[in-house]
């Protein structure tokens, strides 16, 4: 499908962030957005490249009532040869229809996904950032523009991508953070949307994150909805737990976030001499396990949260330090690993990286 491209006013350039070590998560936007539309009658159509602004919507718009809205997010970064990587963006094109499919929205053909983000990184690749842990941000959204109140499927859509300089996600960037077991509210549920990247599961999980963050705690880990036993995974990253060189995650059983950077970070293991094991994990057993000194590391992974280690783990009001509370060796080693690969200091042996 063609791409139109707006003209952009000098009026509609914004000033950037001068100090890019301050640049925090997702506060400032690019000149330039991407918006395309489907319509049943007519299907994907209007595809353009235009400058950021806000959009008129319908109040009766189906996405403020019934929550009809799926997103994804993905990272760009510029290599110090000037070429612009995105890491994994047909698996976010793939997750993206996935969470489309669940949300009875129409798939975005992989192609319009994928060049709508060539070219609007290409535009605006004076926006990438470049300071160490930086990158560009990149938030495809889909939502619901239909002006009606019965409960349905939309017959209107808008497919969007706003893009924003970023830094670490948590404000104290690459340290350890602390998890609060959380064993009152559930976030998904089998049957439910957990494996979907659908807006109501991030609504549904502020109350216990701010009850959380209250009592002291970075972020909440999630418990199976059924027996509220078994781990599955942080509000923004899947977890691992490593026992020395053997490395366990939670399986993916539907109810949780198929994360790319999870099944990057499980093959960067194995190339790492570590074993890994996809398994159910009771949170009592792990609890045991850290108490006794077999789980050396815990770290979560998530686009934003790249690796991100976890120093302190509490449940029921019981705080254990995992390992020595500071940044394990194996996490710092798949964080190196990782990053090296996204921004071009360690070779790409997967395929991994797609050049704009
Ligand atoms: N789990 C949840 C709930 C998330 O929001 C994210 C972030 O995207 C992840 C896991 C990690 O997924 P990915 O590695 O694809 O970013
Ligand atoms: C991401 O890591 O891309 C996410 O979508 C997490 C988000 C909630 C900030």
């Known amino acids: 499908m063609d791409i139109a491209v707006l003209p952009l006013a000098p009026e509609q350039m914004k000033a950037r962030v001068a100090d890019e070590s301050k640049l925090g998560f997702g506060r400032q936007f690019t000149d330039r957005m991407f918006l395309a539309e489907w319509s049943v009658d007519r299907g994907w159509h209007s595809a353009r490249i235009k400058p950021y602004e806000p959009f008129v919507l319908d109040p009766a718009a189906l996405v403020f009532h019934y929550s009809q809205e799926i997103f994804e997010g993905l990272k760009a970064y ?3 040869d000037n070429r612009i990587a995105l890491f994994r963006p047909e698996m976010n094109a793939r997750r993206f229809n996935h969470s489309a499919a669940r949300l009875c929205m129409p798939e975005v053909p992989e192609e319009l996904f ?4 060539d070219r609007l990184v ?10 160490p842990g930086t990158s560009l941000y990149i938030r495809p959204t889909m939502i619901a523009v239909e002006p009606v109140l019965g409960v349905k499927p939309s017959d209107h859509y808008y497919f969007y991508v706003i893009m924003s300089p970023v830094g670490a996600y948590y404000a104290a960037g690459f340290k350890p953070v602390s998890i609060m077991v959380e064993d009152r509210y559930v976030r ?9 990247k659908t807006g109501g599961n991030y609504a549904a999980s502020l109350k216990a994150g701010l009850e959380a963050k209250k009592k002291g705690y970075d972020q909440v880990l999630w418990l199976d909805g059924r027996e509220r036993r078994y781990i599955e995974e942080v509000g923004a990253m899947n977890m691992f737990f490593a026992y020395g060189t053997h490395i366990v995650t939670a399986p993916l059983t539907g109810s949780i976030l198929s994360g790319i950077t999870r099944e ?13 094991e996809e398994r159910m994990i009771d949170v009592e057993h792990l609890l045991q396990d850290m108490k006794s000194g077999a789980v050396t590391e815990a770290f979560g992974s998530g686009t934003a949260a790249v690796v991100t280690p976890v120093g302190r783990f509490c449940y029921k009001d019981e705080c254990l330090t995992v390992g020595n509370g500071g940044v394990g060796t194996i996490t710092q080693r ?3 690993t990782l990053t090296g690969i996204q921004t071009g200091t360690i070779e790409d042996r997967f395929g991994w990286i797609r050049f704009v």
Do not use: F, H
Request: proline residues 5%; charged residues 20%.
């Open 114 to 117: 994928l060049d709508g983000i």
């Open 264 to 276: 990057s970070v499980l093959r960067l293991a194995l190339e790492l001499g570590c074993t890994v």
């Open 334 to 336: 798949l964080y190196d």
């Open 122 to 131: 290409s535009l605006e690749r004076d926006w990438i950032p470049t300071a």
């Open 188 to 196: 998904a549920v089998p049957g439910g949307t957990g494996d979907a």
């Open 78 to 80: 510029k290599w110090q």
